[in-house]
Structures are given as C-alpha cells and as structure tokens.
C-alpha cells in the first residue's frame, strides 16, 4: 500500500520530542553547532503539527512536520538539517523513507529558508515524489 494509504485504517507513529533532540545531538556532534532547544514550546508545536488531523496523507504530515520544524528555529543549531533528518525519521517508523539527492535537498533548503513562497508551495509535491517504500 502506498503512503496515499487511507490514515484512518492505519495507525501513525509520531516523533517524540526526547527523539528529535537525540537527532540533534547526533546532527550535532556529526556536524558541529550549539546543542539543545532553543524553545521548547516551539518544538513541541512543530511535533504536533502533523498530528492535528489537517493533513491528508503520511506525505502531507511529512511536509508539515519538515515545514514546522524548518521555519520554528526549536534549537540552538541544525534546525535546517534537523527538518531534513526528522522528516525522513517519521517517513521511516512509519514504513517509508526520502530518496533525494544530498544536493538536491540542500539547495532545496535554502530556497525555503530565504522565504521564497513558490519553494513552500513546492515542499508538499517534492516530498511525494521523494517517499518510497522501506
């Protein structure tokens, strides 16, 4: 069944905030920053985002989440990868994972961080070609 699978059938796992800061962390140390939140009720809003029920599709709950956690700025550093990274981490509990191209995604990011409200309205469309199946 595809990431298009009707939500109400099926049961969807959500990243937990202790999860999205040991994501950090390892972001971190991997790459270099500050570590730690900056603002939790930040992060926690950016967590329950895609849990509002607003959202049609795993693929839908991913751009919200990736769109949360991008522009809220929850931690010190790596808010941009941490979006990325998160992401993938709820695609991949649930079944799914991002097939996208180191250089694609990073050049995406930026576009998005400069504002660019055509890269937003891109996020949801680009993220639905990228899902595949574990």
Do not use: K
């Not at 202790?18 to 500050?34: M, N, T």
């Not at 941009?80 to 981490?89: K, N, P």
Request: proline share 1%.
């Amino acid at each position: 069944m595809s990431w298009r699978r009707a939500l109400a059938n099926e049961a969807v796992e959500f990243l937990s905030v202790d999860e999205a800061i040991a994501i950090q962390d390892l972001l971190v140390e991997q790459f270099g920053g500050q570590r730690g939140v900056r603002d939790e009720g930040m992060l926690e809003a950016s967590l329950y985002r895609p849990q509002t029920g607003g959202y049609s599709d795993l693929a839908a709950m991913a751009a919200a989440l990736f769109d949360a956690l991008l522009f809220n700025h929850a931690f010190h550093s790596a808010n941009r990868r941490i979006a990325f990274f998160a992401t993938d981490v709820f695609l991949r509990i649930n079944g799914y994972r991002l097939d996208v191209d180191a250089g694609d995604a990073s050049r995406f990011i930026e576009n998005l961080v400069g504002h660019d409200h055509a890269h937003r309205a891109a996020l949801l469309p680009l993220l639905r070609r990228s899902i595949i199946v574990i």
